[in-house]
């Protein structure tokens, strides 16, 4: 192995800051898979890795998720091949850790994304801007109730830096809205959007059971 990847690999297993790697095309060798898995392993606090468009082979793909972590919100493998067997392995993953697994190509499977491009650039930026945005949205939280109006919530991801036009961001932030038009912040501050969501939903609808009219009345 390389100076180079031998400096990068030390500075991935110390480094307590890294929330976003990036390492997609950039055509790493599946021989630096191992020592990259291991590195993986030792570091806790990175919640996005993208892998994407680099000619892994199958085994390195699984090598890798040998040394990821369970506290990983996102992993990126758009563009790389992902047979049946390896991609039923993938599933079985992304489910047991309630992460987001970013597919573009599965072999002869066409696995429909977890999130749009759009909705994971806003996951991606509640994750790594986590302290910025949520003092913005405690002040907006009048009622402490967890929840803010979808144009409140709006304010919040602008004044943190997230630069989209505003019709965009709309259609951004109504993805993550309840039925009630609010947007639960303090629980989507775990990155977990999707998996948030099914969970409020369902308490949600729980909440609301329709009551059967009374034949007799």
């Known amino acids: 192995m390389s100076q180079g990847a031998n400096a990068f690999i030390n500075a991935l297993r110390s480094n307590?800051?890294?929330?976003?790697?990036?390492?997609?095309?950039?055509?790493?060798?599946?021989?630096?898979?191992?020592?990259?898995?291991?590195?993986?392993?030792s570091n806790s606090s990175l919640r996005i890795i993208k892998l994407g468009n680099n000619p892994l082979k199958e085994e390195e793909v699984e090598m890798l998720f040998g040394g990821l972590r369970p506290s990983l919100y996102i992993i990126g493998l758009e563009n790389i091949m992902v047979?049946?067997?390896?991609?039923?392995?993938?599933?079985?993953?992304?489910?047991?850790?309630?992460?987001?697994?970013?597919?573009?190509k599965s072999g002869d499977n066409q696995r429909a994304r977890p999130l749009s491009a759009s909705s994971l650039k806003l996951d991606e930026f509640i994750?790594?801007?986590?302290?910025?945005?949520?003092?913005?949205?405690?002040e907006k939280d009048k009622d402490k109730s967890g929840c803010l109006p979808v144009a409140q919530f709006q304010d919040c991801l602008h004044d943190a830096g997230f630069k989209v036009t505003q019709i965009i961001l709309k259609e951004m932030v109504d993805k993550i809205s309840l039925e009630n038009g609010t947007v639960p912040y303090k629980e989507i501050m775990s990155g977990k959007i999707p998996f948030v969501l099914q969970k409020l939903r369902a308490q949600s609808a729980a909440r609301f059971?329709?009551?059967?009219?009374?034949?007799?009345?």
């Open 83 to 104: 047979g049946r067997g390896l991609y039923q392995r993938l599933l079985k993953f992304e489910e047991e850790h309630s992460l987001v697994i970013h597919y573009g």
């Open 16 to 41: 307590s800051q890294l929330v976003n790697l990036n390492i997609g095309n950039t055509r790493f060798p599946g021989s630096f898979c191992k020592e990259l898995s291991h590195a993986l392993s």
């Open 127 to 138: 994750i790594t801007n986590h302290g910025k945005l949520m003092p913005l949205a405690i």
């Open 209 to 217: 059971v329709p009551v059967e009219k009374d034949e007799d009345y």
